[in-house]
């Protein structure tokens, strides 16, 4: 599994722009193939190109992913005189240029690039150039931020809530305790720590043995909505253990789509890209003619990875109407 952090697009109207419309289409036509677009940073000896390859889905042609790599050139000894080698690794990107639609998922993968920003931004400086000298309208690449404060999306969507999901932190008990103490000390009207000694238990036998998870907290009715609550014994100690660690609460609507929200909206919080699990396996199948095991790669294996690559897009939706977007560029 990778993790995807989530990025959205945001086109800037300007002064005399024209065919501002059709910004989608402008968009699309620079990734029709591997050679619309150059992807590069620099001027003359400086500049560096990334290379990159195009795969539109056959089920939904509004979504591209890419692969995009980064040449670095490695440090090596070859009939032991210092030498170099170059080397490719790549990140992929997948972008949901549907109607309306302005999501951009980009793989965290180190080996390629230091940070998922460093990609957003060499597309977006690329990108950008082309848009505004063919249609004279701005482009932007920017960072989805996890929301800051779980109580005012949580009543947004109160009554269509499903379940709430608390991660599970890698902390040691005198850690936790003492972040529990601080926020004690804030006074939070749902602070209460008279669980946390069981809650902690129960956290310790499962990082002793070894399990990684999450706690799901559902209605008893599955009918009924899960509305805010801070008045419940259990609740209040959930809220106040999920402040404790540091870790998103995410909110799970009737429809499947999933909000990853802080509690408390402190400065270490403020610079977290929400991010998403996914199998990159998937997206590997798209690009290539045979499996890891040597056997062919059929339309099915790829309609099944479509089929997950689409399910990923729907659950990290950015989507923006034209007159809103209009309206506020």
Known sequence: ???????????????????????????????????SIEFFLGE????????????????????????????????????????????????????????????????????AFGNTRQVAKIMASVIAHHLYRDHCYGFDILPDYYPEDLFKVWGRLQEHTQALRFGVPDMGKNEIERKVEEIKAKNREYFDNSLMGSLWEVLLAQKQAKYKGHYTVMPEDKKAALCVDKSSVFMRNMLTLA???????????????????????????????????????????????????????????????????????????????????????
């Open 1 to 35: 599994m990778s993790r995807f952090a989530q990025y959205y697009i945001k086109y800037r109207h300007e002064a005399g722009c024209y065919d501002w419309e059709q910004r989608q289409q402008h968009f699309a036509n620079l990734f029709i193939t591997d050679e």
């Open 243 to 329: 402040e404790a660690v540091g870790e998103p609460v995410e909110i799970v609507t009737n429809d499947g789509v999933v909000y990853r929200c802080f509690i408390d909206s402190d400065e270490d919080n403020t610079d977290k890209i929400v991010s998403h699990e996914f199998n990159e396996n998937f997206l590997e199948l798209l690009f290539k003619e045979r499996k890891k095991d040597g056997q062919k790669v059929e339309p099915e294996d790829r309609l099944k990875a479509e089929e997950e690559v689409m399910g990923l897009m729907n659950s990290m939706k950015h989507e923006v109407a034209d007159e809103e977007e209009e309206q506020a560029a």
């Open 44 to 111: 003359g000896n400086e500049r560096k190109v990334y290379k990159h390859k195009v795969y539109r889905l056959n089920s939904a042609p509004g979504i591209i992913v890419m692969r995009f790599a980064n040449n670095i050139d490695i440090p090596i000894e070859k009939d032991f005189e210092p030498a170099t080698a170059r080397d490719e690794p790549s990140c992929f990107v997948i972008i949901d240029n549907r109607d309306n639609l302005r999501t951009v998922a980009i793989q965290k993968r180190k080996k």
